[in-house]
């Protein structure tokens, strides 16, 4: 009756929302006196081994290269397989692009109750009640999960990594891949950015910035401080910036430790997305701006002058520290 | 071609959220229902786009819920659609809203089933999977854009920092997002006919839940905003390293 996490990898390289995952199982595992396995699909070239200073005793590899792509389907087939020969009873994914993916598949299969987009560990006094965000990071529902096999997925960046010194045994499992019906023709990366979701920082650009030849100062302020770069919705309607840096409402939910919004009026719909950063930051050259309302920190001012200053600051107390 | 569109009422994005009944229940005295987002600028629009170049395209819509579904229903079929089915039930949990779905569906024998990515209410992001694995279909999640050529269907996905090309025959399940159409809204002509065309009413079929909620909350109000001056930029830089420690 183990706790079984999913690690999600992209190129052969774990992905950062996995590590918090890991933690979120060793955590459920310790809570229920019971020990966190893991699962990785499709070749690797990590050191599966260490992976065990998460928390977690056991690995299972499929190293079989078919699964190196994703195909719902098929890593469905693999992953339900997976949980039954490992006797699992609580599954975790990170609430990212695969889990949203496969996640809810899984769940089906094994007839299991899902919570997709958990924020907290389950409460487990009295059932097995888990708390993921609603209304787009507006609210909190606890839901309780009735099955016996229950799948959890966790908001990326809701739980902090903890890095202990175990050591996780390398073991495989006698599974049959299916042939996979999706065949990937192409995969873009946004080469070198870092994925908004993943991202600790986030510097976003609304209408104030006034057109996407400005963006200069997003994007310095960025690097600067190791961030992503995001944006309010009206900007990648008018193809100012790419859709899938808008965030909000109808856009992608982000939980970063810094949300930096300059030139954003802060509408209730652009809140939804951003409101479980830990701290925001507003910078705004209207006092009035809604956003100051939801803000820890702000600046009124110019974003033209208050920017370059900022990233000057910024790169002398990296500099420094 | 017979696609199957799936729309959900969701309150309007400006609604306030609140809770009633010792916050157990979603309070929706006053509130305006909308079709989900995701649901109306991209599965539908794009299913009404594919019908607007094969006209032997047939586009149902089907939603789960109760009679107070109806007016965001005539509203999506205004849009484009040829009939639409309610499931006359009331849930939240996904598996139980997926297998009504997936029992219409599979009478219905459709080739293509459009999905919104979530709703901006209960963010399940789950009914699409559900119903693919329900169906033992492909599920192309986080669709920025999809077309079809005769049987085969050419998805651009959303994967972590990048986009992902890939084809697939049908019959598939596709969970829709920002993309893959530009939202439209519905003429004089399209209200007029919607008021004629079929709104079906179902009853659900026995399937038990297998997740409920217990409670709602609402998150803690921020402390109130410190502001810096605009001269004093490192001051700010200094806050976010030594009190809120985020740097
Ligand atoms: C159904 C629906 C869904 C929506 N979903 C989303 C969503 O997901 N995400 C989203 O972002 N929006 C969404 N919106 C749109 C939302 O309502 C707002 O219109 C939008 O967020 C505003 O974008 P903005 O803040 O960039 O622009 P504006 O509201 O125009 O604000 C620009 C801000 O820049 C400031 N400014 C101007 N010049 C400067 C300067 N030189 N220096 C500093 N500040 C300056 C202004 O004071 C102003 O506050 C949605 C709307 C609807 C109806």
Same mark, same amino acid.
């Given at each position: ?17 996995? #590590?918090?995952?890991?933690?979120? %199982?060793?955590? $459920? *595992?310790?809570?229920?006196? !019971?020990?966190?396995? /893991?699962? @990785? ?51 975790? #994914?990170?609430?990212?692009?695969? %889990?949203?993916? $496969? *996640?809810?598949?899984?769940? !089906?299969?094994?007839? /299991?109750? @899902? ?70 023709? /192409? ?135 | ?247």
């Amino acid at each position: 009756m183990s706790v079984l996490i999913f690690i999600d990898q992209a190129d052969g390289h774990i992905k950062k929302s996995s #590590f918090e995952t890991l933690t979120y %199982g060793a955590d $459920v *595992a310790k809570q229920l006196g !019971t020990t966190a396995e /893991a699962l @990785l699909l499709g070749t690797s070239t990590e050191d599966i081994a260490t992976l065990g200073k998460y928390g977690i005793s056991k690995v299972y590899h499929i190293a079989n290269d078919s699964l190196n792509n994703l195909d719902a389907q098929v890593y469905t087939q693999v992953i339900a397989d997976a949980v039954t020969q490992a006797n699992a009873s609580v599954v975790i #994914f990170s609430h990212n692009q695969t %889990g949203k993916a $496969v *996640a809810a598949r899984v769940a !089906t299969k094994l007839k /299991a109750g @899902l919570v997709a987009g958990a924020c907290a560990l389950p409460d487990t006094s009295n059932g097995f009640v888990v708390k993921k965000t609603v209304f787009s990071g507006k609210a909190f529902a606890n839901v309780s999960i009735s099955s016996a096999v229950k799948v959890i997925s966790v908001n990326p960046n809701s739980h902090t990594t903890i890095i202990g010194d175990g050591v996780a045994e390398v073991a495989s499992l006698n599974i049959t891949v299916p042939t996979p019906k999706v065949k990937v023709i /192409a995969v873009n990366k946004t080469s070198g950015d870092i994925p908004l979701t993943e991202a600790d920082i986030v510097v976003s650009g609304g209408r104030g910035l006034k057109g996407p030849e400005n963006w200069g100062i997003i994007i310095d302020l960025a690097k600067a401080l190791g961030a992503a770069t995001a944006c309010s919705r009206p900007v990648s309607d008018s193809d100012w910036r790419p859709h899938h840096e808008h965030v909000g409402q109808t856009g992608i939910q982000v939980a970063p430790n810094l949300y930096i919004a300059v030139g954003i009026s802060g509408a209730i719909q652009h809140l939804a997305g951003v409101n479980r950063s830990k701290i925001i930051v507003v910078i705004n050259k209207d006092p009035e701006a809604p956003f100051f309302k939801a803000a820890d920190y702000g600046i009124v001012g110019d974003a033209f002058e208050v920017l370059p200053k900022l990233t000057e600051e910024i790169k002398k107390f990296k500099a420094g520290a | 071609m017979k696609i199957l569109v799936c729309v959900s009422k969701t309150p309007d994005t400006t609604a306030k959220v609140a809770f009633k009944d010792s916050n157990t229940k979603y309070d929706d005295a006053g509130v305006q229902w909308i079709i989900n987002p995701y649901d109306e600028w991209y599965s539908l629009v794009r299913a009404i786009e594919l019908k607007e170049k094969d006209a032997a395209t047939v586009i149902h819509l089907v939603t789960v819920g109760t009679a107070d579904a109806d007016t965001v229903i005539r509203k999506a079929l205004a849009l484009g659609g040829d009939e639409a089915i309610r499931i006359n039930a009331d849930s939240h949990d996904s598996f139980y809203i997926a297998s009504q779905i997936a029992y219409i569906a599979k009478e219905g024998g459709y080739d293509l089933i459009f999905t919104g990515k979530e709703t901006i209410d209960y963010n399940g992001s789950s009914i699409g999977g559900m119903v693919a694995e329900l169906l033992d279909m492909p599920y192309a999640s986080l669709v920025l854009k999809f077309d079809l050529n005769g049987n085969t269907a050419t998805t651009t996905r959303e994967i972590e920092g990048g986009e992902e090309v890939s084809e697939v025959n049908l019959p598939l399940v596709v969970s829709s997002q920002q993309g893959m159409a530009e939202p439209r809204i519905p003429n004089m002509r399209g209200i007029m006919a919607a008021r004629s065309k079929p709104l079906k009413v179902v009853e659900p079929i026995a399937v038990d839940a297998l997740t409920s909620i217990v409670s709602f909350e609402l998150p803690q109000a921020k402390a109130g905003v410190k502001l810096v001056d605009a001269d004093n930029v490192a001051e700010l830089v200094r806050l976010l390293h030594e009190e809120a420690k985020v740097i």
